[in-house]
């Protein structure tokens, strides 16, 4: 029987290349995000790699929405094996124009998600006596910049859940990690890009070479792929002493 994975905004940018690297490993998935194509994404995937899928756009700003995107995959699968926390959100400003309803829901979709979602997909893994749950972090959950108080908050939190996950996890089989990439040039981040740019009153391309990449030893945006093969890894039934870590891959920031 194929192992099956949810992976929380899975239809663009790193969910959607995790998403890819899954499907071609097997695995049967519940794709979930906002776009309005995400049932012809997940189908196509579907159809190329003779998986099964499904597509949810569960609102992650509310738990009873998590709570039943965990029980539809279930019942559509029949199994939860993995879970990929990694939806997320982003907001930049300076913390005294910090709009409350960002933070908010900056703190809601990037940290409480993944709490509701792995408590919802906690039963089922217990019974499985098997449970994967990766949570794509960010550098930001180990390194702080500027103008970012929202998602810092949210990310460094992550890694902290991340680490009683795996504890409580342990005997049952249950592993959880985090992933930490740098920039990854995704929808997400060019968004920033163009943000930044107005925070710091520089041009776009200043922005990538002074602030975004600055701080990074590598002089690149980290690839997506590298980001999938690291989760499929944490995925495999030999990962299971591999818990409770978080795995940076920022082109050596957090070496610095």
Not at 27 to 42: C, D, R, S, V
Not at 101 to 125: G, L, R, T
Not at 171 to 183: D, L, R, S, V
């Amino acid at each position: 029987m194929n192992k099956t994975v949810l992976i929380t905004g899975s239809t663009s940018g790193i969910g959607l290349g995790i998403a890819k690297q899954f499907a071609k490993e097997g695995y049967n998935i519940m794709f979930h995000g906002l776009e309005k194509n995400g049932p012809e994404i997940a189908e196509e995937i579907g159809d190329k790699h003779r998986i099964k899928v499904a597509f949810s756009n569960a609102n992650l700003l509310q738990s009873k929405a998590i709570e039943a995107l965990i029980k539809k995959t279930i019942e559509t699968f029949g199994a939860l094996h993995v879970l990929v926390n990694n939806a997320g959100i982003q907001y930049v400003s300076p913390i005294e124009d910090f709009p409350n309803q960002k933070y908010e829901n900056i703190i809601a979709i990037n940290m409480n998600a993944v709490f509701y979602a792995s408590k919802a997909a906690w039963k089922q893994m217990k019974s499985q006596e098997f449970g994967r749950i990766i949570n794509v972090s960010s550098v930001h959950g180990i390194r702080a910049s500027e103008f970012k108080s929202a998602y810092v908050t949210a990310k460094h939190g992550v890694i902290g859940m991340t680490k009683v996950l795996a504890l409580e996890g342990a005997p049952f089989n249950i592993t959880c990690n985090a992933i930490c990439p740098g920039y990854v040039k995704t929808p997400l981040v060019e968004g920033q890009i163009k943000d930044q740019a107005k925070a710091h009153q520089m041009t776009e391309e200043e922005v990538v070479e002074k602030v975004m990449l600055k701080k990074q030893a590598v002089k690149q945006f980290v690839p997506v792929q590298a980001i999938a093969d690291m989760a499929i890894f944490l995925a495999k039934e030999s990962s299971t002493t591999i818990t409770g870590t978080s795995f940076a891959l920022d082109g050596g920031w957090s070496a610095q």
